[in-house]
C-alpha cells in the first residue's frame, strides 16, 4: 500500500471552487450534485497535477463518495 500525504483543508479555495461552480450552474443546484461535482473537480486535480485542489479528504457512502468539509461550512 503506497504512502498517505495529508494536505490542509483551504477552506478559501474550497469556497471559491463552490461559487465558481455555483455560477457556471446559473446560481442555483441540487446538493447531490453540487457535492459530487466538488469531489470530481478534486479528484481531477489530483490526476492532473498531483495536488489537490483544496485538500479535501472523503467517505465512501452508499452512492459514492462524498468531500469531509465541503459540505459541512
Known sequence: MGASIDFPFDLKK????????LSLAGGKMDLYIFVKCLYAAERESLRRFDRPMFGEASFAMK?????AESTTW
Request: cysteine-free; charged content about 10%; glycine content about 8%.
Open 14 to 21: 474550497a469556497i471559491e471552487a463552490a461559487t465558481m461552480l
Open 63 to 67: 452512492y459514492g463518495p462524498v468531500p
